[in-house]
């Protein structure tokens, strides 16, 4: 997500025509090239604890692929705009398999929602871990627990930047979620938790966060929340008011506030600050993105162009992606298999067990990669198809596997 922010304010500064003189290209290019060699799976979700398929991280990729496929077409070059788009689909396309379970047991009757992460390592490529049954462990001792059972507010940047709908029922099932599990009334107004399970916060006694604690209440999750609400047709005022309540006298906006019952040996009151840091300037930042957003009617962050693709025409994907970063072990019958590279490669395969072979000549592309496209639509399920890469210099000297169905 922080690779792919540039690209968005890059896009924002083109739109506005303010960036003068400065060609963006460079800075886009080489930021949606570490997109797509080093995607999906994140090193650090945005509260940089875990590591896996983190929906929030990849509404941010989506979004800044498609900025970045804007910005290559405003210059004349289709074919990088198409590449470029063509990952993205592909990344949306995903996003339920990767971050949705089927059996959660949080709330009753509300089995399928988004998860907080599925957990994923990537130093082992060919792991797709599956959200139904993967463990998750809590990065500040919060302990490990089944991924299906940890939600977050995290899925709103899919609504946020226009990669769902906020009436999807997916979105509406998850919000559900993590309003039974999540949501505190405090006398400022309604405030959201990062996530259940978390360590990160002030102690039942009010001791300060020492490596255990319980992660408390984060005014600027009430924000999240009210841009939900703008994109939902609803007017996110009330979200503006409960965040100005819940500044201190000198309006600063902290990280978390008590959620508790009052403990006022420790100086710990319902609703107010907590020992956590203040002013927290992204709190501050939420709070005028808000304020800007009812203003206009619309949210700031949505990217119409992602909105039109993903909501509107919800486009789906022919192709799947294949990096050395990521390595599906299957594939959806009916697709074509794309091998991604970040320099020139041959890529030999069979779908017979080697009695015959076929090479697919990768492609450049302006981004510093390469694409090789081996036609595998027309292979039934079941199909094994082994492939290795041959370089300009040298044999992989190993070979990949992936299945078809």
């Given at each position: 997500?922080?690779?792919?922010?540039?690209?968005?304010?890059?896009?924002?500064?083109?739109?506005?025509?303010?960036?003068?003189?400065?060609?963006?290209?460079?800075?886009?290019?080489?930021?949606?090239?570490?997109?797509?060699?080093?995607?999906?799976?994140?090193?650090?979700?945005?509260?940089?604890?875990?590591?896996?398929?983190?929906p929030s991280?990849?509404?941010w990729m989506i979004a800044g692929l498609v900025c970045a496929s804007a910005l290559a077409r405003r210059s004349a070059d289709e074919a990088t705009a198409n590449f470029i788009l063509d990952y993205a689909d592909w990344l949306s396309a995903h996003v339920e398999e990767w971050t949705a379970t089927q059996r959660g047991e949080l709330l009753p009757g509300r089995p399928r929602h988004y998860i907080r992460i599925n957990?994923?390592?990537?130093?082992?490529?060919?792991?797709?871990?599956?959200?139904?049954?993967?463990?998750?462990?809590?990065?500040?001792?919060?302990?490990?627990?089944?991924?299906?059972?940890?939600?977050?507010?995290?899925?709103?940047?899919?609504?946020?930047?226009?990669?769902?709908?906020?009436?999807?029922p997916l979105i509406t099932d998850t919000i559900a979620v993590i309003d039974a599990v999540l949501k505190r009334d405090l006398p400022p107004g309604p405030c959201w938790r990062r996530y259940n399970h978390d360590g990160y916060g002030q102690k039942d006694d009010g001791g300060a966060f020492d490596g255990i604690g319980i992660g408390r209440c984060w005014p600027l999750l009430g924000g999240e929340r009210g841009h939900y609400e703008l994109a939902a047709g609803r007017d996110p005022l009330p979200f503006i008011l409960a965040l100005e309540r819940f500044a201190n006298e000198g309006g600063m906006l902290p990280e978390q506030v008590w959620d508790a019952d009052d403990l006022p040996e420790a100086r710990m009151i319902r609703?107010?600050?907590?020992?956590?840091?203040?002013?927290?300037?992204?709190?501050?930042?939420?709070?005028?993105?808000?304020?800007?957003?009812?203003?206009?009617?619309?949210?700031?962050?949505?990217?119409?162009?992602?909105?039109?693709?993903?909501?509107?025409?919800?486009?789906?994907?022919?192709?799947?992606?294949?990096?050395?970063?990521?390595?599906?072990?299957?594939?959806?019958?009916?697709?074509?298999?794309?091998?991604?590279?970040?320099?020139?490669?041959?890529?030999?395969?069979?779908?017979?067990?080697?009695?015959?072979?076929?090479?697919?000549?990768?492609?450049?592309?302006?981004?510093?990669?390469?694409?090789?496209?081996?036609?595998?639509?027309?292979?039934?399920?079941?199909?094994?198809i082994v492939f290795t890469l041959r370089w300009q210099d040298r044999w992989e000297g190993r070979d990949f596997e992936v299945r078809v169905g």
């Open positions: 997500d922080k690779v792919a922010a540039p690209i968005l304010l890059a896009w924002r500064l083109q739109r506005a025509q303010a960036l003068g003189l400065f060609d963006p290209w460079t800075l886009v290019s080489r930021a949606a090239q570490y997109l797509i060699l080093h995607g999906p799976v994140t090193g650090q979700e945005r509260w940089e604890e875990n590591s896996g398929y983190s991280t990849l509404a957990p994923a390592d990537p130093a082992q490529p060919n792991q797709i871990p599956d959200p139904d049954t993967a463990l998750v462990q809590i990065a500040n001792g919060g302990g490990q627990h089944p991924a299906r059972n940890v939600v977050s507010t995290d899925f709103l940047e899919l609504v946020r930047l226009g990669i769902r709908g906020a009436q999807n609703g107010a600050p907590t020992g956590s840091a203040m002013p927290l300037c992204w709190a501050h930042a939420e709070y005028l993105s808000l304020v800007r957003s009812r203003n206009d009617r619309v949210v700031f962050d949505l990217i119409p162009t992602a909105h039109e693709r993903y909501v509107r025409d919800q486009v789906t994907s022919r192709i799947e992606m294949w990096t050395l970063a990521h390595q599906p072990p299957r594939i959806a019958a009916g697709k074509r298999l794309r091998i991604i590279a970040e320099r020139r490669v041959t890529v030999h395969w069979s779908s017979d067990g080697w009695n015959t072979a076929q090479d697919a000549e990768a492609r450049e592309t302006r981004l510093g990669c390469w694409y090789a496209d081996m036609e595998t639509e027309k292979l039934p399920e079941g199909t094994r």
